[in-house]
């Protein structure tokens, strides 16, 4: 069984970053593909990025630049640098398997941008 346990999250005045980090157990680590997603109070999940078992990184248009994705297969943890957070980007950040159909997902780190 694949889990996921996500950490880093917390509050930050708007322009701040934060570094969220998700380590997995249970999964041949290196050989799939990882993302994080996210959800806002009243609001559907969305995805914010991927990271290929190449090493290659995709992003929501809403990042804009903002977000860096990393993954360490020897440690078998997964990263997501934010930077020149806003009010908007206040959620429920989540780590999970990027294969079509698998349905892992961590508990979530909480991600608050306010004044």
């Known amino acids: 069984e694949v889990q996921l346990v996500e950490s880093g999250g917390g509050l930050v005045q708007p322009g701040g970053s934060l570094s969220l980090s998700c380590t997995v157990s249970?999964?041949?680590?290196?050989?799939?593909?990882w993302k994080w997603v996210r959800q806002a109070p009243g609001k559907k999940q969305e995805w914010v990025a991927t990271i290929t078992r190449r090493d290659k990184a995709h992003y929501a248009d809403f990042v804009n630049g903002r977000f860096v994705i990393a993954r360490n297969n020897a440690l078998k943890t997964l990263n997501l640098r934010l930077h020149f957070l806003q009010p908007e980007d206040t959620a429920m950040y989540y780590c999970?398997?990027?294969?079509?159909?698998?349905?892992?997902r961590g508990q979530g780190t909480q991600v608050t941008v306010s004044s």
């Open positions: 249970g999964s041949e680590f290196s050989d799939y593909d």
């Open positions: 999970a398997s990027a294969v079509p159909g698998d349905p892992s």
